[in-house]
């Protein structure tokens, strides 16, 4: 691999006009932006060719239409907000609009303006005709102090005159347009014969080589297991906004977490694959959003799968654990998902759709499931699909049809349930087994593991109605038996299957706040460490003992007055964590099924300084602080499943 820098403050070659890249694809619709200052000043023009149905204007407040000509002719007529198909008759329409970037600063929104860097993102701002899919020419132009980048693939770029000039091309929803500026460095190299890119404030100038490397690892991955990239360039973009985004050939990431290694590990994958899945590929939305789902199973659990079975074990339970705590509103199927920024929904359109896609694996075999995605990629390439065009894709690859996996898993909201109501070594060595589910009733294939004396030998059950019993011949005697002990089903969690984390209560908008005496001076502290713990209002009362409902519950306060609170709903004895280092934080649950979040410091002190990170370990069942530093970190393991039976 080559690697080389750009600074852009020379004028450098114009490399190709952009009418030149689509010599089979023409060009549908032209955008010229143009930053014309440095305080958010912008004029955008585009040109339709042939308009299909009506054409929309943008209804932004910062934004108005200045010049607008059909078929070449200037027209005075007043912005009703709509151009209809009669009045362009499919004749090139063009339109400018002016106005000011709203400032960064103000509440979100899909256009801002700041000295770090500006973004029009999505097509709110762009005139736009009923066309599903474009082929889009971008032409933006900025002061030279700052540089920009695009969706799709760079055609060129240059300086002169002061100002600095790049084109792409990019075939797909005007939707999925991004246009980015900012004072950035653009670092690049070349891996398997495109241009990779970071455009980095200087002081991330260091990251970059992080970034392109793991760039061309993913691209390289993905291109073998799904087919080729579909952009000649990919870039990832600093930001000034808590995000991380993906576009076509292109990913924008808060500046703030780009030294972060989690975000050039899963995150970036991830982003990277949405150049497949949701761009090149776009969504029927109206069907619902599988690229999300996609994404995360070829993506986030696919690293994990690499890094071992306990990672991505761990990553379907987490999954699991998030469906089980979304509220009944949010539980909707996933024809209905279109987007992670409805409430609730993440749980559902990443996590339950990511487990679909892995049952769906082990229900044809890892061969048939890489040909369906190959195939289903070069059949959909630059088109939009649903969730019918995977399940064609899939049965064409398995041979049989699929229609059952993907009505009970796409249409109903909720998980099943199973349970485990017999297990028993029969005289002849064999164990039988039962299991059940509640209705409505789905088709399984459950993964059993049994133990023995030698070794484990894994079953799989065919679960189709209320209940299935089986006879599995066992090679030596049994001693434990475990139903889905990888948490491969998408399934509802068991009471007491899983230990409790500090998610459990922390994030709970039930969280009550139990009253207890602590000693003098720790009153202040525990009322501002409540007010930071996000299942707790600022304004929330505690409640008395006698008060209290089933609802998760938090205990706060100095070490021995929560400990001898503790011990009251908690029977057994308390856990060595609950006195490590000088604050900690634990969660336990009641033979009931309660949980009980504790959090003791040794001094005020302790409880400020150390606790108020707490809500980062949310995953964990307990963790202790000293000096502000972690010294205890971990999750309880779990000793009474109903899930797993011990035989001996």
């Not at 009669?86 to 801002?112: C, S």
């Not at 091309?169 to 890119?197: K, N």
């Not at 500090?502 to 009550?512: G, I, K, N, T, Y």
Request: hydrophobic share 40%; proline share 6%.
């Amino acid at each position: 691999m080559i690697r080389f820098v750009v600074f852009i403050v020379a004028t450098c070659l114009w490399q190709a006009p952009v009418s030149a890249v689509f010599a089979n694809e023409p060009v549908t619709q032209e955008i010229h932006v143009t930053m014309t200052g440095d305080d958010g000043e912008v004029r955008i023009t585009t040109r339709i060719m042939a308009p299909q149905g009506s054409i929309l204007l943008p209804r932004e407040d910062w934004l108005q239409v200045t010049e607008m000509a059909l078929a070449s002719e200037t027209t005075h007529e007043p912005n009703t907000g709509e151009i209809s198909a009669e009045r362009h008759a499919g004749k090139p329409v063009e339109i400018t609009l002016e106005g000011r970037l709203p400032p960064l600063d103000r509440a979100p929104r899909a256009v801002a303006f700041s000295p770090e860097g500006s973004y029009l993102i999505g097509s709110d701002w762009l005139p736009t005709d009923e066309r599903a899919l474009h082929v889009f020419a971008i032409t933006i132009d900025t002061p030279a102090a700052q540089t920009a980048v695009a969706t799709g693939s760079r055609i060129a770029a240059r300086t002169e005159e002061g100002r600095y000039r790049t084109s792409f091309s990019f075939e797909g929803r005007a939707s999925g347009i991004g246009i980015f500026t900012g004072r950035y460095d653009i670092h690049e190299t070349q891996s398997g014969g495109r241009d990779l890119r970071t455009y980095f404030a200087a002081t991330d100038a260091s990251l970059s080589d992080a970034y392109l490397n793991a760039s061309a690892g993913y691209i390289e991955q993905f291109e073998s297991r799904i087919g080729p990239y579909p952009y000649a360039s990919f870039s990832v973009v600093s930001a000034p906004i808590p995000v991380g985004l993906g576009f076509a050939g292109l990913t924008y990431v808060s500046q703030s977490i780009l030294a972060h290694p989690y975000m050039r590990g899963r995150s970036l994958a991830h982003e990277v694959l949405h150049s497949w899945w949701g761009n090149a590929v776009a969504v029927d939305y109206a069907s619902g959003n599988w690229a999300e789902g996609l994404t995360t199973f070829q993506a986030d659990h696919a690293l994990a799968e690499a890094e071992g079975w306990d990672a991505a074990r761990k990553m379907r339970l987490d999954w699991l654990r998030a469906l089980a705590d979304l509220p009944p509103d949010d539980d909707r199927p996933l024809t209905a998902f279109r987007s992670s920024s409805h409430d609730g929904q993440q749980a559902v359109g990443y996590g339950k759709a990511a487990l679909v896609f892995h049952m769906l694996r082990d229900e044809i075999g890892a061969a048939a499931f890489d040909t369906a995605i190959q195939g289903f990629y070069a059949t959909q390439m630059h088109q939009v699909a649903g969730w019918d065009d995977l399940r064609v894709a899939f049965e064409e690859a398995a041979g049989r049809d699929l229609g059952w996996f993907f009505d009970q898993w796409l249409t109903r909201s909720g998980l099943p349930e199973i349970s485990m109501s017999g297990a028993a070594v029969q005289g002849d060595g064999t164990l039988r087994l039962t299991l059940e589910q509640t209705a409505p009733h789905y088709r399984l294939r459950v993964p059993v593991r049994i133990d023995t004396k030698t070794g484990a030998q894994l079953e799989m059950v065919d679960l189709r109605s209320g209940s299935a019993r089986l006879d599995i011949p066992v090679s030596e005697a049994a001693t434990k038996v475990t139903v889905d002990p990888g948490f491969d089903l998408a399934r509802q969690l068991l009471a007491a299957e899983t230990a409790p984390i500090l998610a459990d209560a922390m994030f709970d908008p039930a969280l009550q706040r139990l009253e207890i005496a602590v000693a003098q001076h720790f009153n202040e502290p525990v009322t501002r460490l409540a007010g930071r713990i996000p299942g707790l209002a600022k304004d929330k009362a505690g409640v008395a003992p006698e008060d209290m409902t089933s609802d998760p519950v938090a205990v706060i306060g100095d070490t021995a007055s929560v400990a001898a609170e503790r011990d009251r709903p908690i029977e057994a004895p308390s856990p060595p964590e609950s006195r490590a280092g000088t604050a900690r934080g634990w969660a336990e649950r009641t033979p009931s099924g309660q949980v009980f979040l504790f959090i003791s410091s040794d001094t005020p002190e302790d409880m400020g300084a150390n606790l108020e990170k707490l809500a980062y370990f949310g995953q964990r069942s307990f963790v202790a602080f000293e000096d502000g530093q972690q010294v205890a970190a971990g999750n309880w393991p779990v000793l009474n499943s109903p899930m797993v039976r011990d035989l001996k």
